[in-house]
């Protein structure tokens, strides 16, 4: 991850506001056998005693479970929109054209809950996605026999982070005529590119230049 002051949040706050809008992420870790693997999971983000904890659920016995029984420690990765920005678009041209992106990266070591852990979590699942604790998708509507053969086959997890980065890169080290006109460009582009010019707008993290 690129660590430049340029790019950070000035709220830390800002940062676990924009890990809960993107709960969609990518859990990573490293086999026995050195190889990475990666698997896309929705997350909760908790905290507790001033601890940040992920947690989620898994593929039992699939090749990222094995890779974390065997070297229990995860890296998850929480991305949003990104886009291009041509240098073209600068006061100044002569320069490298680039990227602008929002991520976040959180790591530590994990283990695994048991059943009671496991349900709780599906709950927990449904109904924050759902948007209801009573929805015809809840786990009180499924049959019990169903609900048994899914606890079967599927694992909790928790990651407790030690580690947590970001970069929030919104162009913070252009001039001002640079920032806006980057803006304008991306205002007339696509869904992630305006997307990412809405943040650029509002500010947050301009700094100086």
């Known amino acids: ?9 000035g709220d830390p706050q800002e940062v676990l506001t924009f890990m809960r809008d993107h709960p969609f992420a990518t859990l990573t870790a490293v086999s026995a056998d050195g190889k990475p ?15 940040l904890y992920l947690s989620g659920h898994l593929m039992r016995k699939s090749g990222h479970h094995l890779a974390l029984e065997a070297n229990p420690h995860a890296l998850v990765l929480f991305t949003g ?4 920005v041509s240098a ?67 694992i909790a997890f928790e990651v407790t982070v ?11 080290n252009r001039d001002a005529a640079s920032h806006a006109n980057i803006i304008a460009h991306l205002e007339k582009g696509t869904a992630e590119e305006a997307e990412i010019a809405r943040w650029m707008r509002a500010g947050r993290y301009m700094t100086s230049s």
């Open 162 to 172: 030690e580690d947590l980065q970001h970069v929030f890169k919104l162009s913070q």
């Open 88 to 154: 073209s678009w600068y006061t100044d041209p002569r320069m490298a054209s680039t990227w602008n992106y929002m991520t976040v990266q959180a790591s530590g070591p994990v283990r695994f809950g048991g059943e009671e852990e496991l349900r709780a979590i599906l709950k927990r699942t449904t109904d924050h996605f759902e948007g209801s604790t009573d929805t015809p998708a809840s786990m009180s509507h499924m049959d019990p026999g169903y609900i048994d053969r899914m606890l079967k086959a599927i």
């Open 37 to 51: 693997v990666a698997t896309q999971v929705p997350v909760f983000i908790d905290e507790r005693d001033g601890v």
């Open 81 to 84: 929109a990104h886009a291009y």
């Open 1 to 9: 991850m690129y660590d430049i002051p340029h790019f950070k949040a």
